[in-house]
Nanobody, 117 residues
Framework: QVQLVESGGGLVQPGGSLRLSCAAS????????MDWYRQAPGKERQLVAS???????NYAEFVKGRFTISRDNAKNMMFLQMNSLKPEDTAVYYC???????????WGKGIPVTVSS
């Protein structure tokens, strides 16, 4: 059974920081590209950041310089360090795992992040 479980969300003031975690089980973690997505109320889900099995990272333009994605293959975990948070970062954040070679895709249930004073 594949499980992706997010943690670390909550309420933070503008300019503050949060660190999201995603714990994976049921997959060979080191073989998957890992992604963070987010979905704000009334808007479509969007890709925030990705990290390949080899450790290469990519970021959406709206988070470059503020967010850092990373993974720890020994712990089957992925992280998103979010700094300089803005109200427009408010969304439900989702962990995603992708086996690009075979097409398997798995999602976490999501965790809310609210940036407000």
């Amino acid at each position: 059974q594949v499980q992706l479980v997010e943690s670390g969300g909550g309420l933070v003031q503008p300019g503050g920081s949060l660190r999201l975690s995603c714990a994976a089980s049921g997959i060979i973690f080191s073989m998957y590209r890992m992604d963070w997505y987010r979905q704000a109320p009334g808007k479509e889900r969007q890709l925030v950041a990705s990290v390949t099995n080899g450790g290469s990272t990519n970021y959406a333009e709206f988070v470059k310089g503020r967010f850092t994605i990373s993974r720890d293959n020994a712990k089957n975990m992925m992280f998103l360090q979010m700094n300089s948070l803005k109200p427009e970062d408010t969304a439900v954040y989702y962990c995603n795992a992708r086996d690009v070679r075979y097409g398997a895709v798995f999602w976490g249930k999501g965790i809310p992040v609210t940036v407000s004073s």
